[in-house]
């Protein structure tokens, strides 16, 4: 697994906001720090409640110069719904191919409900140079971050 230090893997993929772009981590951080903030599957009770926290924050974010994203394995399309139900202002990043759960070392199964391959929820943070400034993965899936640690450890990277 990726840790503090460690430089973020790069990649390019899908981008929901609002409409479908690309997404490519290196070319990004020329704007500055970044959250990946990745999260097991739209639409469920947890990620809900993940996503909208960190839109409650995301002005204090934006105050740092730090961009938010969340990351999951669901489709452009359907993480443009969820963005779109829940009024989030940032982007989500489709990693439907699970190249990126997978670079990261964030990968898990659901084996109760047969679904394999979704993204452990975790949240790194990465400065402007792309190395890992701070990194927080649950083993279980109904734990959340710690906003208020997330936010402080993007402000400082910022």
């Known amino acids: 697994m990726v840790s503090e230090g460690d430089e973020a893997p790069d990649f390019t993929a899908p981008l929901a906001n609002g409409d479908i772009g690309e997404f490519t981590l290196s070319e990004q951080l020329d704007e500055g720090p970044l959250v990946l903030a ?3 599957g739209a639409f469920t009770s947890v990620c809900t409640h993940e996503m909208n926290a960190f839109q409650d924050d995301l002005a204090a974010f934006e105050d740092a110069g730090v961009s938010v994203y969340g990351v999951s394995v669901d489709s452009p399309f359907a993480q443009n719904e969820f963005r779109e139900q829940l009024g989030l202002e940032f982007a ?3 990693d439907s191919g699970k190249e990126i759960i ?3 070392d964030v990968s898990m199964d659901f084996e109760s409900l047969g679904v ?6 975790s949240v790194f943070v990465v400065d402007g ?3 890992i400034t701070y990194a927080w993965v649950s083993d279980d899936p109904g ?4 906003y208020d640690e997330v936010l402080a450890a993007a402000e400082e990277a910022a």
């Open 38 to 40: 990745f999260f097991p």
């Open 102 to 104: 997978e670079a990261y």
């Open 129 to 131: 140079d792309g190395t």
């Open 143 to 146: 734990v959340e971050p710690e």
């Open 116 to 121: 394999p391959g979704v993204a452990k929820r």
């Open 92 to 94: 989500l990043i489709s």
